[in-house]
């Protein structure tokens, strides 16, 4: 643009537009954040009132120049030099600073070749003065290319601008000024170290932390270039340029004082162009130290805590426990989990009622003091004695209690004091001779006992006095055997004083160090007792020759009793295998004849030979009976417990009586309770006492009348009864009792209207014992009877045993074929060996027969040495070995085929008419598998020897 249209363009003075300019530059100037901005507003809005192509700002801070210039243009470069030497002249003219001046260069040597120099038309020079001292702080200039841009209007208008300029620029140098000084100290005092450096890596500056771990991490320089830091090179930790993400590194010192140092590096600019870096160094050592010391407490605390032999609850304001140790759940046996959240006072174990109130436990957690007390805490019938303390606030808002179980503690100081009261009763009380109570300078501290006012002394003539004080006979000698008690000896003597013989006994006390503080000393009057000595020793000598003469006697009758009970046993063993080899052969043949194997029979015969069975198995029964009675009474009976049905085990046992009801036209009748659950019950003899009952009640009740069953549990379910009632002839009082003894019945007479042994009652009241239970009977003469017996709902522990398997047996409702039916029996087409040794003729025909026809090839011999030779020919599958045989027994020959390796499997049972305790383990501990008792159910039998040799076939074939 040419000069002569720039002059046209000059602006004219608008007042008004001034004073708003100087108003908004007011309001402004409460923004700014220091004073470039301001500069740089006013070189950006002068233009639009005044001339102003150029600005240009000129200040003297205390050591230094600084120098501000702006243009809206960036080709006015050459005015703002020019500008700038305008100013520096007026600073010339005003005489101050001009020493400051010689470093800033002139325009000329600003200059560079080829650049054109274009000269201001007007400027003005303003300075930047404040305060009454007037104090310079700078120059502001003002130019335009323009001539005689500014009129007076103007340049009273630009000195107002200045003087705000000024004001502003005082304030923020003061500001600033304030801020280094705080940055300065805060850079001295922070415990953080920080270390500058330039961008040669060269210390710049370093605050005294900074220095102090420089010097403990062994900082390395080569010409004031900071190299390593422990050792370890520097580049890892410098960021290259601004904007590089912070580094952090940690670095460990050793030594006798370890130190843990974390290091910060970041880059920050030093000059426009210039990089620089700095170090930020971190102690952790002391945090470290104090973390670990802290956790330490932490681990300590809480093992005292979980360790404490004290119960200690912690509660909350509201009295709700937050945590509680060990100790606590364990003094209320409960599990941690329920007691959490409860509130201290709902607890249900306290005795004492305030300990139960709300209001006691929040005015104790409301005190600030510690609270004491005593209570008594109640589990069922046991009662724990506790002393508590209730602390103020240990954890924020958590309070402590504290509680010791003092019960054993009570409980000794109640037995200390009585003993302490027994003790001074005894001694007061003594009921003869006299008693004292001595201390280490055998000064009496006590005495008493009826020999002191025999021997006109007193208590409080004693108390004080030594025995040598009191009794004129106490010597030397005496003196030195109560200084030998002082060292822990017992000492005894007796001594005659005027025709009387005393015992004097001298017993040391320790004290609960160990020391002997106390001598106790009694002295007897024996006089009488040595004579009562003499006469006893006289009377005992006589009366030992005669408990020498009684003890032989006693001797013989032992053996008598003795040889009386061996031969009751014998006598039993004898008549149940006597008794048992004729039934053996009635029930065996009755029974292979009702299976018609050997041909038809017509009805009469069937009903001939269901008469023989039945006879056979009453007597049976009554064999069964005696040999039960005589395996409770030696203690060999055991009992065999399941889970029973109970409704079929009472349905089963009218079963067996139905027969005989219809027949004397009774009707029977059972009630149950609904939802009956089972039972832990021998199911066998529960059904033998049951069908006893049920049997006397059907035998002793008139036609046309009524025997039932009840069953109730009741309501804890601990108990079950069964009654048997009926509406028969009924018992006398008298003779309640009685009837449960062995072999007595109602009407004992010869001319007794009713069969039986007298057995079965006793036999009931025994197994009821065996299942822990007993029975009762409500009768009297002819109102019928209730036998009720009560059973434990499940069996004491002692009484369940493991099922033990017992000798087969016929049952009393062993089932014989309906009349006129032959049996259908499977036959064996595959011919297995079975070898029987028995010496009884009968018997060997009965079995033999029916296990041929059931398809066995059969071996029989008539003793054991026979039977061993035909196993080693022929090698049986199966051997049925009776037991008792002359010459060599059973037991003994199955013993011998067992040490024979091709006799170590083949099944053996056993075939025995004895029954008696001990006689079935006996023969298992021979080696037989099995065990079956005459007389033998032909069925059972086939169906064991079945089960034996299929066990026998897959057990080969597994090997």
Not at 866 to 885: C, F, K, N, S, Y
């Amino acid at each position: 643009m040419e000069r002569s249209e720039t002059l046209k363009h000059t602006k004219t003075f608008d007042p008004s537009a001034q004073l708003e300019f100087i108003y908004q530059l007011l309001e402004t100037l409460r923004s700014f954040s220091d004073y470039k901005e301001l500069f740089s507003y006013l070189a950006t809005n002068l233009d639009s009132l005044i001339a102003c192509d150029v600005l240009s700002v000129l200040l003297i801070p205390d050591d230094h120049i600084e120098v501000y210039s702006y243009s809206q243009r960036p080709t006015k470069k050459p005015l703002l030099d020019e500008l700038l030497l305008k100013a520096k002249e007026a600073l010339l003219e005003l005489n101050v600073f001009d020493v400051r001046l010689k470093e800033v260069k002139t325009y000329a040597e600003t200059l560079g070749e080829g650049e054109s120099i274009e000269r201001l038309a007007s400027s003005i020079q303003l300075p930047l003065i404040v305060g009454a001292e007037e104090k310079l702080l700078g120059i502001l200039s003002i130019a335009s290319e323009q001539t005689e841009a500014y009129n007076p209007d103007q340049l009273r208008f630009l000195n107002t601008i200045a003087q705000h300029a000024a004001h502003s620029i005082y304030y923020f140098s003061n500001a600033i000024s304030v801020e280094r000084q705080r940055l300065s100290a805060l850079f001295d005092v922070i415990p953080i170290g920080l270390v500058l450096l330039d961008k040669d890596q060269q210390l710049s500056l370093a605050n005294p932390t900074g220095q102090t771990l420089l010097k403990d991490l062994d900082a390395s320089f080569a010409d004031k270039t900071l190299k390593t830091l422990n050792g370890e090179a520097l580049e890892p930790l410098l960021a290259k340029e601004l904007g590089d993400p912070i580094i952090q590194q940690n670095l460990t010192r050793k030594g006798p004082n370890p130190r843990s140092i974390e290091i910060t590096s970041a880059f920050i600019p030093f000059g426009p162009e210039a990089g620089g870096h700095i170090l930020a160094f971190r102690d952790h050592s002391r945090r470290i130290k104090a973390e670990q010391n802290l956790a330490l407490s932490q681990k300590q605390l809480a093992a005292i805590f979980e360790n404490n032999s004290e119960a200690i609850f912690l509660l909350n304001s509201q009295g709700q426990i937050e945590n509680l140790n060990p100790s606590a759940y364990l003094l209320l046996n409960q599990r941690k989990t329920e007691l959490l959240q409860q509130t201290i006072w709902d607890l249900p174990y306290w005795e004492e009622s305030n300990l139960q109130s709300a209001e006691y436990w929040q005015e104790c957690l409301s005190d600030e003091r510690i609270s004491i007390g005593h209570a008594s805490l109640k589990f069922g019938n046991l009662v724990k004695k506790i002393d508590f303390r209730i602390h103020p606030q240990v954890i924020d808002d958590l309070h402590l209690l504290s509680c010791r179980d003092v019960t054993e503690r009570q409980v000794m100081l109640e037995q200390l004091e009585h003993s302490e009261t027994l003790y001074k009763t005894l001694i007061h009380n003594f009921p003869k001779g006299t008693i004292y109570l001595l201390d280490r300078d055998l000064n009496f501290i006590l005495a008493g006992g009826k020999g002191l006012a025999e021997n006109g002394l007193s208590e409080e003539y004693l108390i004080g006095k030594t025995p040598l004080e009191v009794f004129p006979q106490f010597s030397e000698e005496h003196k030195k055997q109560y200084q030998e008690a002082l060292k822990g000896k017992t000492l005894s003597s007796i001594r005659v004083l005027q025709g009387k013989s005393y015992e004097t006994l001298i017993l040391p006390l320790p004290a609960s160090n160990g020391q002997i503080e106390t001598l106790l000393v009694l002295s007897l009057d024996i006089s009488k007792e040595l004579e009562l000595r003499k006469h006893l020793m006289i009377e005992r000598a006589r009366l030992n020759k005669r408990v020498i003469e009684q003890t032989k006697d006693l001797s013989q009758m032992n053996g008598q009793l003795l040889k009386a009970v061996k031969l009751k046993d014998e006598f039993l063993a004898s008549m149940s295998h006597e008794l048992r080899t004729p039934l053996n052969a009635i029930l065996n043949m009755s029974e292979s004849l009702t299976e018609q194997l050997f041909g038809s029979l017509n009805e009469k015969q069937l009903s001939y030979l269901d008469t023989i069975y039945k006879s056979g198995s009453h007597l049976l029964e009554l064999i069964n009976d005696i040999l039960d009675l005589s395996k409770i009474e030696a203690g060999r009976f055991e009992l065999e417990f399941s889970q029973s049905n109970i409704a079929e085990l009472c349905q089963s046992s009218l079963l067996l009586v139905k027969e005989q009801a219809l027949r004397q036209q009774l009707s029977l009748e059972l009630s149950l309770p609904p939802d009956l659950p089972q039972a832990l019950l021998d199911t066998r003899r529960v059904k033998q006492i049951l069908v006893n009952l049920l049997s006397n009640a059907v035998k002793f009740t008139p036609q046309n009348g009524k025997v039932g069953l009840e069953v109730r549990l009741n309501q804890e379910q601990t108990q079950l009864s069964f009654c048997v009632w009926d509406t028969g002839i009924g018992i006398a009082e008298e003779k309640h009792k009685q009837i449960f003894e062995s072999f007595t019945q109602i009407d004992g007479s010869l001319s007794r209207q009713y069969n039986g042994t007298g057995l079965g009652l006793a036999l009931v009241e025994r197994l009821t014992k065996l299942h822990g239970g007993c029975v009762s009977l409500t009768s009297k003469p002819n109102q019928g009877s209730r036998f009720t017996v009560n059973l434990p709902f499940q069996a004491p522990p002692k009484a369940v045993a493991k099922p033990v398997a017992e000798p087969a047996r016929l049952e009393l409702d062993s089932p014989l074929k309906p009349k006129g039916t032959p049996w259908v029996t499977s036959r064996k087409t595959d011919k297995e060996k079975v070898l029987l040794i028995d010496d009884t003729t009968w018997a060997i025909k009965a079995l033999s027969d029916y296990l041929k026809a059931m398809g066995y090839e059969m071996f029989v011999e008539n003793n054991a040495q026979a039977g061993l030779l035909t196993a080693r020919q022929e090698q049986p599958d199966l051997i049925l070995m009776d037991v008792q045989m002359p010459d060599l027994n059973g037991i003994e020959a199955t013993k011998i085929l067992r040490k024979d390796a091709r006799f170590v499997k083949t099944p053996i049972i056993a075939l025995t008419a004895l029954a008696m305790p001990g006689d079935k383990e006996s023969c298992l501990r021979a080696g037989m598998n099995d065990y079956l008792s005459k007389p033998v159910q032909l069925k059972e039998m086939a169906k064991l020897i079945a089960q034996h040799l299929a066990a026998a076939k897959h057990s080969q074939t597994k090997a």
